[in-house]
């Protein structure tokens, strides 16, 4: 399996514009997790889904944020309008069904600029 | 609420062992995990504990007492390669079973 896979790897945008980050999970995992990275917040989970389904929301800070999952192999996060303090990086990550461990697996991330 | 405290940096020798310590005070405890970050590379899995006690593997272990609300992870004949971040994350059931909190990290330094 090629792991988790996320596009673009750097993103460079203007305050206003829409961004939209993209996601591609391990087949076969039911779960997954957008988290976002700061130096002065270390990592926060945004959001997470189940068999597609958003499960925990709470993590999205504001309305700019969404998050869709329309099938089991693809997601996206979009910030909309995006200001310059959105910028991080930003991962995804999935994970199979609860069990031992059931670590997570992280995709290389999404390092978005906002100028 | 979730807390989770960790140094925010350490320094060792190369060779030597080192002990990452982690406190946690959360709602609910449904495990805890140890994950490694190089510099600008993704966090990758290195331990779980759910039961207090050692899990050893490797060169590393991880450590928990559940009443204590500690973790430790003991890293032994350090290399220059295991300098990265150590992030301690705890798994809370409150807000779903796959939920799990990160601390901020605990950046290594292994000297020669």
């Known amino acids: 399996d090629a792991g988790v896979i996320q596009s673009p790897r750097h993103e460079v945008t203007e305050m206003g514009q829409e961004v939209t980050l993209r996601c591609k999970p391990i087949s076969g995992h039911d779960y997954l997790f957008w988290y976002r990275q700061t130096m002065m917040r270390g990592l926060e989970l945004l959001i997470y889904f189940n068999n597609n389904v958003p499960i925990d929301d709470s993590g999205m800070p504001e309305d700019r944020f969404s998050a869709k999952m329309p099938n089991a192999s693809f997601s996206t996060l979009k910030i909309q309008p995006s200001e310059p303090r959105d910028s991080a990086v930003y991962f995804c990550a999935s994970s199979p069904q609860p069990g031992q461990g059931s670590e997570q697996f992280f995709g290389p991330g999404t390092r978005l600029t906002v100028l | 609420g979730q807390n989770i405290d960790q140094p925010t940096e350490m320094t060792a020798t190369e060779g030597a062992i080192v002990q990452i310590n982690c406190t946690y005070q959360t709602s609910g405890f449904n495990g805890l995990f140890w994950y490694q970050q190089h510099a600008g590379e993704a966090p990758t899995f290195l331990s779980y504990n759910v039961l207090d006690g050692l899990e050893e593997k490797g060169r590393f272990s991880s450590f928990l007492s559940r009443s204590k609300g500690y973790s430790y992870l003991l890293l032994k004949e350090l290399q220059m390669k295991d300098s990265a971040s150590y992030l301690c994350?705890?798994?809370?059931?409150?807000?779903?079973?796959?939920?799990?909190?990160f601390g901020t990290g605990t950046k290594l330094q292994v000297i020669p």
């Open positions: 994350a705890v798994r809370d059931p409150q807000g779903g079973y796959q939920k799990v909190t």
